[in-house]
Nanobody, 114 residues
């Protein structure tokens, strides 16, 4: 199983980005998929998670700005990020529990700066 993340880049404060993560390979059961982020000098933290039943969990710092969704047919999870702040600058990693085993994507960098 591989997780391929995309969609990062440079955006101005207040702007939006959409991250995408596609799972490929022997994907039988996706228990959940999630986005984490890690800023320089900080620990990796949960951004958002969506289960196979569609339940979602967000980090406290999201405060309604981000939305996680999934396309089950394509084994893809999306993270729509709005009202981005400089504090959101980090490498964003896709994570998934697939058929009972954890996987990480390669990370995509998000920079919020004017």
């Amino acid at each position: 199983v591989q997780l391929q993340a995309s969609g990062g880049g440079l955006v101005q404060p207040g702007g939006s980005l959409r991250l995408s993560c596609a799972a490929s390979g022997s994907v039988f059961i996706i228990n959940y998929m999630a986005w984490y982020r890690q800023a320089p000098g900080k620990q990796r933290e949960l951004v958002a998670l969506i289960t196979n039943l569609g339940s979602t969990t967000y980090g406290d710092f999201v405060k309604g700005r981000f939305t996680i969704s999934r396309d089950s047919a394509k084994n893809t999870v999306l993270l729509q990020m709005n009202s981005l702040k400089p504090g959101d600058t980090a490498v964003y990693y896709c994570n998934g529990l697939i058929s009972g085993k954890g996987y990480w994507g390669q990370g995509t960098k998000v920079t919020v700066s004017s």
